[in-house]
């Protein structure tokens, strides 16, 4: 009994280890490290001139032009288009599979997903430049206070396929949190998966109204000064109902997968290592992956809520479940 109590202990911590890793790997960390070059950038005090434009909408295949005369205050994306630095940006710029000329300032940092870049003699940019998949032309009077990543060559050979960068590290984070849990919590992940197969639209409302309303939760929690730990208990709450909703999705999506393509291979851990695997190939896409990402979330966290964490079915179900 001790032996398999300490086992169990031992696949908790595991399996909290590896729910760090996922979210630290699924953009968490990359949300940090991007916000790093603007913290850097306000402290220094080389700014040419006042603001023109304090912000600028995201650009769908457009073309974004700062002027030499201009100062853009914010972060710069865009999405499929054209971006022209001529004068000053006093923040990041993101851009998914476009053209990226950099003539001007950059305060902040640029972080690219495909597409071309090219700095031109003048150019001066103060934060990193991190390029995914990215073909880039530098000429030789720039300027860059950061550093220059090319995932494309040191992200092993996984880094660029079809301009969009390999979510390797996410991929291994989430196979093996999923196999962690299908193994520790069979019943739990087979209960929230009934719960989203058989209300789906339940589920996603649930979901959508557990997120909008969980900032204004916590607002009064942490105003009420005293329970803050209740309040990090909520965080950490909904952060494990994300990722237990996203293996039970990704268990769905794998049960369909291999009954159709390989049906004498379709067991339970295959299901989840590949369902999980498209969940993530999905959620990389450009322009649609965050979509997938967030619908996958929601109707997870959703199912796991109405199932109160697996532990009971919502609703009865139609046949009998078996693992």
Not at 62 to 85: K, R, Y
Not at 87 to 105: H, K
Not at 211 to 235: F, H, M, R, W, Y
Not at 269 to 291: D, E, F, N, R, T
Request: positive net charge; hydrophobic residues 50%.
């Amino acid at each position: 009994m001790q032996k398999a109590g300490r086992k169990r202990w031992l696949l908790l911590v595991l399996a909290g280890l590896l729910l760090i890793s996922v979210f630290l790997t699924s953009g968490v960390g990359e949300i940090v490290t991007a916000a790093m070059p603007s913290a850097q950038a306000a402290g220094r005090s080389s700014s040419t001139g006042t603001c023109t434009t304090n912000s600028q909408r995201p650009s769908f295949g457009g073309t974004v032009v700062i002027g030499p005369d201009e100062v853009l205050c914010g972060n710069l994306t865009s999405f499929g288009g054209t971006v022209e630095v001529e004068g000053e940006l006093q923040g990041n710029l993101t851009a998914f599979n476009s053209d990226v000329l950099i003539q001007g300032v950059v305060m902040g940092g640029i972080r690219q997903y495909g597409g071309n870049i090219a700095l031109r003699n003048g150019s001066h940019v103060y934060g990193d430049i991190e390029l995914y998949g990215v073909s880039q032309q530098r000429e030789k009077d720039t300027l860059l206070d950061g550093s220059l990543v090319d995932h494309t060559r040191n992200f092993w050979f996984f880094s660029g396929i079809g301009g969009f960068s390999f979510p390797f590290w996410s991929i291994l984070a989430w196979v093996a949190l999923g196999i962690v849990l299908i193994t520790l919590l069979p019943e739990h992940v087979m209960f929230v998966r009934t719960t989203a197969a058989t209300k789906l639209r339940r589920s996603m409302l649930i979901g959508l109204l557990s997120v909008l309303l969980a900032p204004a939760v916590l607002v009064v929690l942490i105003a009420l000064i005293l329970p803050i730990p209740l309040a990090i208990i909520v965080v950490l709450g909904l952060i494990a109902a994300w990722a237990l909703g996203t293996v039970a999705i990704g268990w769905i999506v794998g049960e369909h997968i291999m009954r159709a393509v390989a049906p004498q291979h379709n067991t339970r851990l295959i299901q989840v290592v590949v369902g999980l695997v498209v969940l993530v190939l999905l959620g990389s896409l450009p322009y649609i992956g965050w979509l997938i990402n967030i619908g996958v979330g929601l109707l997870g966290l959703g199912a796991v809520l109405l199932s109160r964490f697996g532990t009971r079915l919502y609703s009865r179900p139609k046949q009998p479940l078996t693992l």
